[in-house]
Nanobody, 124 residues
């Protein structure tokens, strides 16, 4: 079983940056594809980005492509989400997730383990 703990959320002005981290427990982190999802108030959870087990491939939602970057450090059991040029519409709770696929996937049901989320608020 994998436990995921997100950190790095907070309040930032539009145009600013934040870096989220997701630390995973256990010794099998490198066997999981990792993803980031977000959920804004009154909206369904949506895919943000994902990264393959090795980190060799990534996948981004169109709304964040060019602004967000996902990366992972398998030696540290951690996945990161660098968010630049933030917009008010990026405001949401951000969740990281781990799944047994080898490739980066946007499908929520491909992910078995989920963190509790970290709040990101972007002000105008």
């Amino acid at each position: 079983q994998v436990q995921l703990v997100e950190s790095g959320g907070g309040l930032v002005q539009a145009g600013g940056s934040l870096r989220l981290s997701c630390a995973a427990s256990g010794h099998t982190f490198s066997t999981y594809a990792m993803g980031w999802f977000r959920q804004a108030p009154g909206r369904v959870r949506e895919f943000v980005t994902a990264i393959s087990r090795s980190g060799g491939s990534t996948y981004y939602a169109g709304s964040v492509k060019g602004r967000f970057t996902i990366s992972r450090d398998n030696a540290k059991n951690t996945v990161y989400l660098q968010m630049n040029s933030l917009k008010p519409e990026d405001t949401a709770v951000y969740y990281c997730a781990a799944g047994a696929r080898t490739y980066a996937t946007m499908t929520p049901t491909d992910y078995t383990y989920w963190g509790q989320g970290t709040q990101v608020t972007v002000s105008t």
